[in-house]
């Protein structure tokens, strides 16, 4: 009964966030994007004349109030409706479908990857010889400090400009998503490793490691067997941390490598003032980082039932 409640508390506070993120967003748009019918008509060269401009306007409900735009918006959402790119003429939802499969695929390659060398870089350096455990902190400490786009130059210039061993853009190949993955991976990978390794540490001097080592047990299967298993709880409970790391990197590094994807799509949307194309996207990260975060508190209260009785 009290996961059941806690977790229909996690869910309305979810709702709580898609509202915000919706509010926010449209608030900020319609206050800074200036007069979206101009941008919605205007092209090379076009300069279109008064009565264009009120034409659009009626068209998309832009010549009403704030306010009452603000409820129709809020009146589409609660029936799907995300509205119409005011650029591309299509639903929202078609051209958000049509890139979200190359943003997947990144952020699936990038998240496994984090996963395997978070684990790995924690398994070999915990409770190791100081000069390993500094120089892996000083590694995580650089790769956590680097912006997302000057890590993405550094693995241009080493690995594609001189050598040309990987494309320096675009969607083509498994070779192409290489560097795109490793620089959304790396920032990623470099914090979970030390929450992990702080964590493997803390296990490994837990009385059952040491009844495990002295019936024998080499070191490297009490710390896969044994240890891991019981650290691992931090990689889930920071699963939230890994979605909007990767959401947010997304933007800067499908437009780094010149990718096609949703990120990509924001960036545009936001340049071009579409905005029920901006306002779609934000809505669809917020949804996922709250499905997420509801997944995760739900797998973590079964995985440790003292949280749902605290």
């Known amino acids: 009964m009290r996961q059941l409640k806690r977790i229909a508390t996690r869910f309305a506070a979810g709702l709580g966030v898609l509202w915000g993120a919706a509010t926010l967003s449209f608030v ?56 119409e790119s005011y650029q591309q003429r299509v639903p929202v939802a078609s051209a958000i479908g049509e890139q979200l499969g190359e943003t997947v695929q990144l952020a699936l390659s990038a998240a496994l990857v984090a996963v395997v060398l978070a684990v790995g870089t924690a398994v070999l350096t915990a409770r190791r010889r100081p000069w390993i455990r500094s ?33 320096v853009s675009g969607n083509d190949g498994v070779s192409a998503l290489v560097l795109p993955t490793f620089t959304l991976a790396l920032p990623i990978a470099a914090t979970l490793s030390q929450v992990l390794r702080t964590e493997l540490e803390e296990v490994l ?16 299967a009490v710390r896969l067997r044994h240890a891991l298993r019981h650290a691992l709880i931090q990689i889930v409970t920071m699963s939230g941390f890994v979605i909007g790391g990767l959401l947010g990197g997304a933007v800067i590094t499908e437009t780094l490598f010149v990718r ?5 799509l924001m960036l545009t949307a936001t340049t071009t003032k579409d905005i029920p194309l901006v306002l779609g996207v934000v809505l669809f990260a917020a949804a996922v980082y709250v499905v997420v975060n509801l997944v995760v508190d739900i797998v973590y209260g079964l995985i440790d039932p003292r949280v749902v009785t605290a």
Do not use: C, K
Not at 69 to 79: E, K, S, T
Not at 139 to 164: D, K, N, W, Y
Not at 205 to 220: K, V, Y
């Open 28 to 83: 900020a748009l319609h206050v800074t994007a200036g007069d979206a019918a101009l941008a919605t008509v205007a092209g090379d060269g076009a300069n279109p004349t008064q009565a264009v401009l009120e034409r659009v306007r009626a068209d998309y409900g832009l010549d009403q109030p704030l306010w009452q735009q603000y409820l129709g918006y809020l009146g589409r959402l609660l029936q799907g409706d995300l509205g």
């Open 135 to 167: 120089a892996a902190s000083g590694t995580e400490l650089v790769l956590t400090s680097f912006p997302t786009f000057v890590l993405g130059l550094v693995l241009l210039i080493v690995f594609s400009f001189p050598a040309g061993w990987f494309p």
């Open 205 to 220: 001097e837990q009385p059952f490691i040491l009844t495990a080592r002295s019936r024998g047990m080499r070191d490297a």
């Open 260 to 264: 096609r994807g949703v990120g990509q």
